[in-house]
């Protein structure tokens, strides 16, 4: 297969960036408002919460690598084998979408399983429509530089989906209240989601094929994937960076508790989303042209260790000024669009390195693992918040005489504790993270000689098949 040629369409493209905007504003939505919504809006009994993330991120473990096994196993179609998910399961996803931040008036007992029931449906929906998205990414072109550019572009572009919620979302809870607020955005993305995976349906095309047409053993697709070593250590790395997620999670309780200012809260929180997010763009804008010129472990190890130090320093100079605090947060933001955007293409080449060593490619399986991964670090790090907002002593809003939700006051260690979530404890992250990445070996010159004794085996046995073809 020639390297050279471009294959996939300016209309896939197009396709394939507005299903990851909708995937990662999804994926945000829940990441920087459910918990808040759980205990300040909804008003979930508080003992509820942690055990609700905590079975969740079982059930996402156990998902996803399901997941991935279907579609490995699945035969191509008139709908493709991963295509085929969008067209049937798009419109339960957009409903569920909007169901998981109804609040309706209940007791707390089915408040309870409303939110149970809300929450593990939209779960399950989400892996049936996620994990074939990436996977589909994968296998749109042979061509293993225009790959990694299409996976880049879908999380560069999405990556937007991810600052659209913290954007938004305030200023609709200023000017509807909060409870039609967060369901009116729910579902306008549930709606935008039906039309993306839609379209993806529509537009995009499955070009590399697996390359035995037969449904492989489970204990064998776990036995080949547990030898893609790369894969393995950017997963594990991934996992132990779990806690820069509270950078997201819980600027809404910093912006509502810590900062004393006269902009209201939503304002506030409006003005720190903008400083991350302008770090953040500024990292998966330079992503992919640094780890294509140093690699992908240098890049990893040297914005770790970026991420570490200023947020860190950023606890240390506090909340008692809050425009202080807004440069840590800007220069804090790039590490975390790094870690945003390179996992995807780290994966995705890791297929070429599996396919070299076992001759599979395993493009669902692998790319299951990491959404499975991307979601388990969003379930601990909400689990995360809620169990240390009780460890320090929370006060939960209540409902006064007249039914309005208020908030109550809280003491100085229960302050620190919740400006530490988005200092210490992110930072604890990326240091953590660095340590998988000392021992990545696919880079330099041994990356390159793997590709190229890849590329003259496919060369090889599409000549086989041709010969074979015409005897």
Not at 208 to 224: A, F, G, H, N, S
Not at 364 to 373: I, T
Not at 449 to 459: F, G, K, N, S, T
């Amino acid at each position: 297969m020639d390297n050279q040629r471009r294959y996939v369409t300016f209309k896939e493209k197009l396709s394939i960036s507005f299903a990851s905007v909708n995937s990662y504003v999804v994926s945000s939505m829940i990441a920087s408002y459910l918990l808040y919504f759980y205990t300040d809006v909804f008003l979930l009994p508080m003992a509820a919460v942690p055990v609700l993330m905590g079975a969740a991120r079982i059930w996402d473990t156990v998902n996803d690598p399901i997941m991935g096994i279907l579609i490995d196993r699945t035969k191509n179609g008139k709908r493709g084998r991963m295509r085929k998910y969008f067209f049937y399961f798009a419109i339960p996803m957009g409903i569920f979408t909007a169901l998981l931040f109804a609040a309706p008036d209940l007791s707390n007992a089915w408040k309870v399983v409303f939110a149970v029931v809300t929450y593990f449906i939209f779960d399950t929906l989400y892996t049936v429509t996620d994990v074939p998205l990436w996977s589909l990414i994968s296998v749109t072109t042979p061509n293993t530089g225009e790959r990694a550019k299409t996976l880049s572009l879908a999380v560069t572009v999405g990556s937007v989906g991810s600052v659209i919620p913290m954007l938004v979302v305030p200023m609709l809870a200023d000017r509807f209240g909060e409870r039609r607020g967060y369901f009116g955005f729910a579902a306008i993305i549930g709606l935008f989601g039906m039309c993306a995976l839609f379209s993806v349906y529509r537009n995009a095309k499955e070009r590399i094929q697996p390359v035995k047409e037969e449904k492989l053993p489970v204990k064998k697709i776990i036995r080949i994937a547990s030898q893609n070593t790369p894969m393995l250590l950017t997963l594990l790395a991934t996992m132990l960076s779990c806690t820069r997620y509270l950078l997201q999670i819980s600027a809404v309780y910093v912006a509502n508790y810590n900062i004393q200012s006269s902009f209201s809260p939503g304002t506030v929180q409006i003005i720190m989303v903008i400083i991350i997010a302008a770090g953040m763009f500024a990292g998966m804008l330079v992503t992919p042209p640094l780890y294509t010129r140093f690699g992908y472990q240098k890049v990893y190890i040297f914005f770790g260790v970026m991420g570490a130090v200023v947020l860190s320093a950023a606890y240390f100079v506090g909340y008692d000024n809050f425009y202080a605090i807004l440069p840590f947060l800007a220069v804090g933001g790039i590490p975390l669009g790094v870690f945003s955007t390179i996992a995807y293409p780290m994966v995705g080449d890791s297929l070429d390195y599996l396919e070299w060593k076992t001759g599979e490619r395993l493009e669902g399986f692998c790319f299951s693992l990491n959404s499975s991964v991307t979601k388990f670090n969003n379930a601990f790090a909400a689990i995360t918040v809620s169990v240390f907002l009780v460890l320090i002593h929370f006060k939960q809003p209540v409902e006064n005489a007249m039914g309005v939700v208020v908030q109550q006051a809280q003491t100085a260690q229960t302050l620190d504790g919740i400006f530490a979530l988005v200092t210490l404890l992110p930072a604890a992250g990326f240091a953590l993270a660095i340590i998988p990445m000392l021992f990545y070996r696919f880079t330099g010159k041994r990356k390159e000689a793997i590709l190229r004794e890849l590329e003259e085996r496919r060369r090889e046995q599409q000549e086989a098949v041709l010969s074979q073809s015409n005897v």
